[in-house]
């Protein structure tokens, strides 16, 4: 499985980032290290959507808080970035592909990156990193 985090992004030119506690949804509580990821820029905090492409160095699971019954899981991780992104891949790109059930790798993004507005850790399919792939 591939991921996607969308997050804060102080510098998207670094090398290395650190994502601490980040929420995982559609199974990103599964990265583990050595897994590939797809980074993007949260717009929400003033970035630009997808700049990178990395390698998760480090993960570590949160433990779950004693007594609340509903909890997101969480994690930190740390990524090595490997490429740069040279194609504009975002929220604006990707609005149009709003037909949930059509399967594209477009609409997929569009779903778990974008139908909320929260920043997370997502694991994506085949189909998707193969179309991300053609932004580098």
Do not use: H
Not at 8 to 18: G, K, L, M, R, S
Not at 64 to 89: C, D, F, W, Y
Request: positive net charge; hydrophobic residues 45%; aromatic residues 10%.
């Amino acid at each position: 499985m591939m991921f996607a985090i969308k997050s804060a992004i102080a510098d998207p030119d670094a090398e290395t980032f650190a994502f601490a506690a980040q929420k995982t949804m559609y199974g990103g509580k599964r990265i583990a290290a050595g897994d590939r990821i797809y980074l993007f820029a949260s717009e929400n905090d003033g970035g630009a959507g997808l700049f990178g492409k990395g390698v998760v160095t480090s993960a570590e699971p949160m433990a779950k808080l004693p007594g609340v019954e509903r909890q997101t899981p969480r994690v930190s991780i740390t990524v090595g970035r490997t490429a740069v992104a040279k194609r504009a891949l975002g929220r604006a790109e990707l609005k149009a592909f709003d037909a949930w059930g059509d399967g594209r790798p477009e609409t997929e993004l569009n779903f778990k990156l974008y139908r909320q507005a929260t920043n997370k850790i997502v694991g994506i399919s085949d189909e998707s990193a193969a179309f991300l792939e053609r932004c580098f």
